[in-house]
């Protein structure tokens, strides 16, 4: 297999922690800094492999190609299913795959929030400071609903072990923090506590970010005007 990836962003993120905690055989990255139209990066040839074109962007070698980071994160989890993140029982992947589709709403309203309210965003796209308000209430109702379902004795997200739930999760708060400086919600001791274990991961390193554009996005709460 060929994982083609950025080497920064949440959903790119989600598949570089969950490769760097998972170790499978058998797959090639490619890592690219960040998009570069007028530099061909990504190659045309690589945005040709799937109709959205974007990463990352797995490919098989018996040709199939997968563009959606949770899609591939199941494939993988399917094609190598040792050592397994998912979970060993059915209630155990069903908590799992809850984590992992709040996690992604959660993201969804951050990133709806920060296009309409960073400084990235101005002059770039149409704006709305409602939209961004509305956003960001979302995306700490979500971080609220993670919570009340995070059981106070598990060590990580789901349970006991490591499972693509850390992925998606670490990925999500890292990037919110590190790339905006959006802290984590307050009175979420048990999220907190994970975010401080799982942060001392090596899979969770700091990603590189292009500290031009990391410039402007920093205080995205600051900028909207969002009080937690």
């Known amino acids: 297999m060929k994982l083609y990836n950025f080497a920064f962003g949440p959903y790119p993120q989600r598949l570089n922690i969950y490769l760097a905690e998972k170790e499978p055989v058998g797959i090639e990255q490619i890592i690219f ?35 959606q980071s949770l899609a591939i994160l ?42 309409h309210g960073s400084r990235l965003g101005h002059g770039v796209v149409r704006t709305s400071q409602a939209v961004a308000e509305v956003c960001a209430s979302r995306y700490a ?11 106070a004795d598990d060590a990580f997200i789901a349970g006991d072990r490591v499972t693509i739930a850390d992925c998606v999760a670490m990925a999500t708060l890292q990037y919110a923090a590190d790339f905006y400086a959006v802290p984590l919600l307050p009175g979420c001791p048990k999220l907190e506590g994970w975010f401080e274990r799982f942060s001392l991961r090596p899979s969770a ?19 909207t005007g969002v009080v937690f």
């Open 33 to 67: 800094d960040e998009p570069d139209r007028t530099a061909d990066v990504p190659p045309a040839s690589v945005k040709a492999l799937a109709p959205n074109g974007s990463m990352p962007m797995l490919q098989d070698e018996d040709g199939t190609v997968v563009g």
């Open 74 to 115: 199941e494939y993988i989890e399917d094609k190598r299913p040792d050592p397994d993140m998912r979970g060993s029982t059915a209630a155990a992947r069903a908590r799992t795959r809850q984590f992992v589709h709040v996690f992604d709403e959660a993201l969804t309203f951050f990133g709806l929030w920060a296009r």
């Open 141 to 151: 109702g979500q971080l609220r609903l993670i919570e009340r379902m995070m059981m």
């Open 205 to 223: 390193a700091r990603p590189k970010y292009p500290e031009d554009k990391r410039a402007r996005a920093l205080g995205l709460m600051e900028q």
